[in-house]
């Protein structure tokens, strides 16, 4: 019988490994074909076509983990130390160069585990709503017909779309377990743009609609753990702090405040208790006071925003997008009327005839977050010297060669000649426009990581020029080329950099925080707000410590 019985048990052992092993390849082994070849085609991914399903199938596998378990092992050392810098994890100089010290310090703190990474894939409905914004939520629910009960509220609005994320999908014919674009159908081209901003994703470029969708969809993963992660993170702050604050308020209360706080709340107090066991009365109880008569307002509160971290996040996120957002009106302040049109011109948005500066500077802020349309003259002027000479070599007519190889000529003259060139492949299109583009998407790519490098002082300054940027006197090179960078950054993508996003997101997520801590605090117990004015200023001392804490 015990043999029997250790068999059972090993047999039963032996289940559960091949059902985890099952399990764990369940999300796109129940994949319709067409979103495995989604999923390949997001992650760009070649496949062969036509293919059958076990080959597209086994080519998913063969890629999972890289982009799905593990996606920091492709990251750079610069998109490693971000990372590890929000998580708040301090790398040596030392460490900083070495990527795969970097990678292993990432690891060991990476958002969730293989297992959830894998499960996480077959309920996909469960969390890919979460960052969308309240407005995007009821454009989805609108365009779909989804009824919402009044008052139409986020949490609301997300557990109806969520609710009827498979019966919108049946409808349209499509398969739900990797969405297709129809869960964007509402989404306007400057909505998904503006999502991969906020989310500190650089939008493809050149772009298409469906190439953003495909940015979006592929990213949604990693912006709803990040999302989890700082909401979880503000939490704990807010927790924390308003721990700090109720001792510091209980600390103030006198002996006839604490003795009708501990009677609203059925607090027993031993017979001739002093001033310091009843405040020790106080805390001992505290989880029984904060969920209870007197504080139950603010302890109801506390638990909606503890609950519903998500929503803090969302806030949060939307004030790092509006904090973006003025960072490159700022930036716009400044453009000269030639960077303002081609800021446009990139991005197809017809400039009314006569416009006046200000008239163009509001029409740049209006499309901040349009993607530019694909590339274009504007794209050269951000090529080195010897990239632009390349370029007029290969596709320039005799004039523009003629300039390439001209004795001492300028880096400008350079780009003007570029620019006509470009221009009139253009108009010509065929094979000299398809050999244009496929240089600079080259060139482009090339000098992603290294632009501004090689330029000289006077060339970063002629181009911090044309747009309009005073250069403060006494500049460093390496002080130019950042400068240069982030207009550079400005003009192609809209907003602010990617991790420059994510770093304000941060920010203003701990700024909100407090101002929820300080909200909870006003509607305390009735006790703390009959104190005399002297125990306020002690409350108040406390709170501005433990805001300098935080």
Request: hydrophobic share 35%; net charge neutral; charged share 25%.
């Amino acid at each position: 019988m015990r043999i029997l019985k250790a068999l059972l048990s090993v047999a039963l052992v032996a289940d559960v490994a091949l059902g985890s092993t099952w399990f764990s390849k369940a999300a796109y082994n129940k994949w319709h074909e067409t979103e495995l070849e989604r999923w390949l085609s997001d992650h760009d991914i070649p496949y062969p076509t036509p293919a059958d399903r076990k080959d597209l199938q086994k080519l998913v596998e063969k890629n999972w983990n890289s982009y799905v378990v593990t996606p920091y092992n492709s990251w750079d050392a610069d998109q490693l130390s971000a990372y590890l810098k929000l998580k708040g994890i301090e790398t040596k100089k030392s460490a900083e160069k070495n990527k795969d010290s970097l990678v292993s310090q990432v690891q060991s703190s990476w958002y969730e585990t293989e297992d959830k990474a894998q499960s996480a894939w077959i309920t996909v409905k469960d969390w890919i709503l979460d960052t969308w914004t309240e407005s995007q939520l009821k454009a989805f629910c609108d365009h779909h017909g989804i009824p919402v009960p009044q008052p139409r509220k986020r949490d609301t609005l997300l557990h109806k779309a969520r609710e009827s994320y498979d019966t919108v999908a049946e409808k349209a014919g499509e398969a739900a377990a990797y969405p297709g674009n129809w869960l964007y159908e509402s989404w306007t081209e400057s909505d998904l743009k503006e999502w991969l901003d906020t989310h500190g994703f650089p939008a493809p470029q050149p772009t298409t609609r469906d190439k953003l969708i495909a940015s979006v969809r592929r990213n949604s993963r990693l912006a709803y753990l990040k999302m989890q992660d700082e909401a979880a993170s503000s939490t704990a702050s807010a927790q924390a702090a308003y721990k700090t604050l109720t001792d510091k308020l209980i600390d103030a209360w006198a002996e006839s405040d604490l003795k009708e706080f501990c009677d609203k709340n059925g607090i027993n107090v031993p017979h001739g208790s002093k001033v310091n066991e009843l405040r020790a009365l106080v805390r001992k109880h505290r989880a029984q006071i904060l969920g209870d008569t007197v504080s139950a307002s603010a302890a109801s509160a506390y638990g909606a925003a503890t609950s519903n971290a998500g929503n803090q996040y969302a806030k949060a996120s939307d004030s790092a997008s509006l904090a973006a957002q003025d960072a490159f009106n700022k930036a716009v302040d400044t453009w000269s009327e030639s960077r303002l049109k081609g800021y446009l011109d990139a991005r197809g948005i017809p400039v009314p005839h006569a416009s006046k500066t200000d008239e163009l500077r509001a029409l740049v802020r209006k499309n901040a977050h349009k993607a530019a349309t694909g590339f274009n003259a504007w794209t050269l002027d951000d090529l080195s010297y010897d990239h632009l000479k390349k370029y007029l070599e290969a596709n320039g007519n005799a004039a523009a060669k003629k300039t390439a190889n001209k004795a001492g000529a300028t880096r400008d003259e350079l780009v003007k000649a570029a620019q006509s060139a470009y221009a009139s492949a253009s108009k010509t299109g065929g094979t000299q426009y398809a050999s244009a583009t496929d240089y600079l998407a080259s060139a482009t790519q090339a000098a992603k990581d290294s632009i501004f490098d090689t330029w000289s002082e006077s060339e970063l300054k002629a181009y911090l020029d044309s747009y309009g940027v005073p250069v403060p006197q006494g500049s460093k090179i390496d002080e130019l080329r950042a400068y240069a960078r982030k207009q550079s950054t400005y003009f192609r993508y809209g907003t602010s950099s990617p991790t420059g996003t994510l770093f304000a997101k941060l920010s203003e997520g701990v700024a909100g925080t407090w101002e929820w801590v300080k909200d909870q605090l006003s509607i305390g117990a009735d006790a703390a707000k009959k104190k005399s004015q002297e125990a306020a200023d002690k409350a108040k001392e406390a709170a501005d410590k433990a805001k300098n804490e935080l």
